[in-house]
């Protein structure tokens, strides 16, 4: 069965360093998600992508944070400038429909983020 | 932001049981996912509900979006080890021109065996 793969498992970084997480969605998806879950607390959406643009953004998603589809199959959330607080688990996410009678999200097995 | 308030928080059953979780929304959703979470990895998708009142079964899973579509519920019946996990409830609502996914805080799932 097709899924949303996500590199790498583990990233540990220093305060201030910048981060690439890398997600490949599944490949006839057409939308593109970022979400976070701190340990122990919900998941939380930061950004949704389509046709080469962010579609949607959450206050979390501030300047430090960009998204990035560089070429047809990878799908990249940057981190300028790492805090202590973006400490999380991020979960790369695609659907291949948006609407209100098709769309299923399929989430990646996510990227554990510690910023030391 | 929208919120659900998901219950219990936890629940700890024995091998067998029938188990009901449910999430509750102050603001109206068009779309209720049902997610299962694992240790260390992402929610997997259970159950999609997509109209008021539709009640939707997969294997042992029962979800049903509530007919003021401010509510979901999920059984699971009869009850496995391989059960446990964290549920997750997940809502949206597209008609305020939002696609994103608020989730509830999770139900952890123990099984006895």
């Known amino acids: 069965e097709p899924e949303v793969t996500q590199t790498p498992s583990h990233q540990v970084t220093q305060m201030g360093q910048e981060v690439i997480l890398r997600c490949v969605p599944i490949?006839?998806?057409?939308?593109f998600y970022w979400y976070r879950q701190i340990l122990g607390q919900k998941v939380e959406f930061l950004v949704s992508f389509y046709n080469n643009e962010i579609s949607e953004k959450s206050e979390i998603f501030d300047d430090q944070f960009s998204v990035e589809r560089p070429d047809g199959s990878n799908f990249t959330l940057k981190i300028r400038s790492t805090k202590l607080e973006d400490s999380a688990m991020y979960f790369c996410?695609?659907?291949?429909?948006?609407?209100?009678?098709?769309?299923?999200?399929?989430f990646g097995s996510g990227t554990q983020l510690s910023v030391l | 932001g929208q919120q659900l308030n998901q219950s219990p928080q936890s629940m700890f059953i024995q091998e067998g049981e029938d188990v009901s979780m449910n999430c509750t929304s102050s603001?109206?959703?068009?779309?209720w996912l049902w997610y299962k979470q694992d240790p260390g990895e992402g929610p997997v998708l259970l159950i999609a509900l997509y109209k008021a009142g539709e009640l939707t079964s997969n294997g042992r899973l029962t979800a049903q979006f509530g007919i003021t579509r401010k509510d979901s519920f999920l059984n699971i019946s009869a009850s496995i080890p391989s059960d446990v996990g964290i549920y997750f409830c997940?809502?949206?609502?597209?008609?305020?021109?939002?696609?994103?996914?608020?989730f509830g805080k999770g139900t952890k799932l123990s099984v006895i065996p």
């Open positions: 997940a809502g949206r609502n597209s008609g305020a021109g939002s696609y994103q996914l608020t």
């Open positions: 490949s006839n998806h057409l939308y």
């Open positions: 603001s109206i959703f068009n779309t």
């Open positions: 996410a695609s659907s291949r429909d948006r609407g209100l009678t098709n769309e299923k999200l399929f």
